[in-house]
């Protein structure tokens, strides 16, 4: 089964702290994309930010980014200088045949 | 834009009712998708299409029929309502080129409550 697992039920920060999500997934394809998705209470899915299989170069956006180990199969997101409105459950996917197949997801808690 | 539009955002259904849930996008995206979300947990693919006449089943299709006669809207029906359907239902929607679908882009998602 080709799966992407979020093993970080839930995690916490401090504000203006950094904290590191992890997601792995399974895959057979050489060239694919990989995503970061944030629901906020609001229950909206918002996009965070995209990766690109065949980049080396891991994606940024802002105070986001993402270690993506191509190898390993890794591709976690990490947020510097933490925000109270960065509080949400955290989705990791990536892009199969037509579909994304979505990970159980990491609330993430930002401590004042 | 006002990218994806989801009606209605909440509603509460009897046993045995149907109801649809409309979906419209106005960024002329090939791929269309429903999914749901239970409490606590991730999103679940219904359906989906990859254009305008074509519809394929995703995980949980059971229970739901959808159509596509446009490239715009994706509504998705619930025929005999059961509280198992108590969910978010979210619709997406992407483009998708020669190299397969892009970012989904979310509505904001519909409420729905089967007692």
């Known amino acids: 089964a080709q799966t992407v697992t979020q093993s970080q039920p839930e995690m916490s920060v401090q504000e203006a702290e950094t904290v590191t999500l992890s997601c792995t997934y399974d895959?057979?394809?050489?060239?694919?994309?990989l995503f970061w998705y944030k629901q906020p209470p609001s229950r909206q899915m918002i996009l965070v930010i995209r990766q690109e299989a065949y980049k080396q170069q891991n994606a940024t956006e802002n105070r986001f980014s993402v270690n993506f180990q191509k190898a390993a199969k890794s591709f976690s997101l990490k947020i510097s200088d933490s925000q109270l409105g960065d509080a949400a459950m955290y989705f990791c996917?990536?892009?199969?045949?037509?579909?994304?197949?979505f990970g159980t997801g990491t609330r993430l808690q930002v401590f004042p | 834009n006002a990218g994806v539009t989801q009606t209605p955002k909440f509603r509460i259904l009897k046993i045995g009712q149907s109801m649809t849930l409309q979906c419209t996008q106005d960024m002329n995206h090939n791929y269309m998708y429903w999914y749901r979300q239970d409490p606590g947990m991730g999103l679940k693919l219904i359906y989906y299409?990859?254009?305008?006449?074509?519809?394929d089943k995703g995980e949980v299709p059971n229970g739901y029929n959808v159509s596509r006669s446009t490239t715009e809207d994706f509504p998705l029906r619930l025929e005999l309502a059961a509280p198992s359907q108590t969910s978010v239902y979210f619709c997406a929607s992407s483009y998708s080129g020669t190299g397969g679908p892009d970012t989904q882009y979310f509505g904001p998602g519909t409420r729905l409550t089967v007692l």
């Open positions: 996917a990536r892009r199969g045949t037509d579909k994304l197949i």
């Open positions: 299409s990859v254009g305008a006449g074509i519809t």
């Open positions: 895959t057979s394809e050489s060239d694919y994309y």
